[in-house]
Structures are given as structure tokens and as C-alpha cells.
Nanobody
């Protein structure tokens, strides 16, 4: 199993930047596929960023392409989401998630971190 703890969310003005972090427990962190999701008020949770099915690239939801960057640092058991040029519509609770293979659903979730972008 893996436990996930997100951090880095806060109130920021439109156009600003944030870097979210997700720290994972466990010695087998490098074996997990990690991703970022978000849920805005009144909306369903949506995928934001994570490895492609083949693992050769990173997929992003269209609304964040060119602004957000996914990365991971196995030595620190941490994944990041660098968010630039933030917009009010990026306001949401951001979650990191883990799964054991690209073919399986994400089945481990953090508690989320709130990102609020003011206009």
C-alpha cells in the first residue's frame, strides 16, 4: 500500500504560480503510477496530469496544457504539479493518486489540497 499527502495549495492571484507536492510513504514508491486530479465546487473530479498509457509521455487535460507540468522525484518519494499562469477556473481541491499499473484504475488517494485563484 501507499499513503499520499498533498501540500502547497493556497490562495493566489490570477496569473500567479504554485507548486503542489505529494509525498508518498512506502519503499515501493517507484513502482506506482502517479497522477493529479482536481475537483471544483459542484463539479465532478477530473484528471489533470499523469503518465500516458504507454508511460512514454505525460498527459494533461486540455485546459492546463502549456501551463501545468507534472514531475516526480523517486529519491524523495514525491510527485509535483507546477502550475503557472493560474486562472480562476483552476480553483479546486487538488488530489494526487496512485495505481500499481497503467492498466488499472487509480486506487490510492490523498486527502487533497485547496487551490483558490482570485480574479
Amino acid at each position: 500500500q501507499v499513503q499520499l499527502v498533498e501540500s502547497g495549495g493556497r490562495l493566489v492571484e490570477a496569473g500567479g504560480s504554485l507548486r503542489l507536492s505529494c509525498a508518498a510513504s512506502g519503499r515501493t514508491f517507484r513502482n506506482y503510477v502517479m497522477g493529479w486530479f482536481r475537483q471544483a465546487p459542484g463539479k465532478e473530479r477530473e484528471f489533470v496530469a499523469g503518465p500516458s498509457w504507454s508511460g512514454g509521455s505525460v498527459d494533461y487535460v486540455d485546459s492546463v496544457k502549456g501551463r501545468f507540468t507534472f514531475s516526480r522525484e523517486n529519491a524523495k518519494n514525491t510527485v509535483y504539479l507546477q502550475m503557472n499562469s493560474l486562472k480562476p477556473e483552476d480553483t479546486a481541491v487538488y488530489y494526487c493518486a496512485a495505481k500499481y499499473s497503467s492498466m488499472s484504475p487509480y486506487n490510492y488517494w490523498g486527502q487533497g489540497t485547496q487551490v483558490t485563484v482570485s480574479s
